[in-house]
Structure formats: C-alpha cells, structure tokens
C-alpha cells in the first residue's frame, strides 16, 4: 500500500482543514487507517484511526470533539476535517495503514504516507 497524504496548508486559529490521504495498491478496505501528526522537536504522536469498515473510529483527547475520521474505500482515500484549530495543531500530518482494530500505536501500523505539513497561526 502507497500514501499520498495532501491538504496541510496555513491557516488561522479557529479555522477549519481538510486533509486527504489516498492509497494504491491492493486491500486498501482491509486495513485499519490512522492519522498521526509530529511537531518539531516531539515523537510521532497518535490523533485518530478507523477501521477497515468505517464502523469504528478512535481519538487522541486532544482533538476530541473537533477533528473527524472519515474514509471512502470505493475512492481508496481517507479524510481528517480539523475543526476549531489552534497553533498546538501545528505539525506535520502524516496517514498511515495498520492492522485489524483501532491501533493507536506507531508499531500498529505497516504503511506510511510522507506527510503534510499544518500550520496554525495565532
């Protein structure tokens, strides 16, 4: 599986984005997908996962309540809508593909997009 993550940008505090990550390759509808984000100078941390089906969804605390998970697998592609962002969103944005259930761990996952970056200005 290849990710191609896209829709970082600027964006101003209380703002809204919309990132996009699609996938080639084969069995893109079995795997469980997440988003993580990195901000300089930190780990790779967790911020949401869906199952294979859509079913399920998991988040981080942090953005609990403004972020969404989504996924299309007709389209191989999924979504995370950021809502209400503020500059402790800024990092760089990366999707990645795991294994069965909601993992929220880096290790859960086999499949890595490239990233795309996110900044939220005050």
């Known amino acids: 599986v290849q990710l191609q993550a896209s829709g970082g940008g600027l964006v101003q505090a209380g703002g809204s984005l919309r990132l996009s990550c699609a996938a080639s390759?084969?069995?893109?509808?079995?795997?469980?997908m997440g988003w993580f984000r990195q901000a300089p100078g930190n780990e790779r941390e967790f911020v949401a996962a869906i199952s294979w089906s859509g079913a399920r969804t998991s988040y981080a605390d942090s953005v609990k309540g403004r972020f969404a998970i989504s996924r299309d697998n007709a389209k191989n592609t999924v979504y995370l809508q950021m809502n209400s962002l503020n500059p402790e969103d800024t990092a760089v944005y990366y999707c990645?593909?795991?294994?069965?259930?909601?993992?929220?761990?880096?290790?859960?996952?086999?499949?890595w997009g490239q990233g795309t970056e996110v900044t939220v200005s005050s």
């Open positions: 990645a593909a795991g294994r069965s259930g909601l993992p929220v761990l880096v290790t859960g996952y086999d499949y």
């Open positions: 390759g084969r069995a893109f509808g079995s795997h469980a």
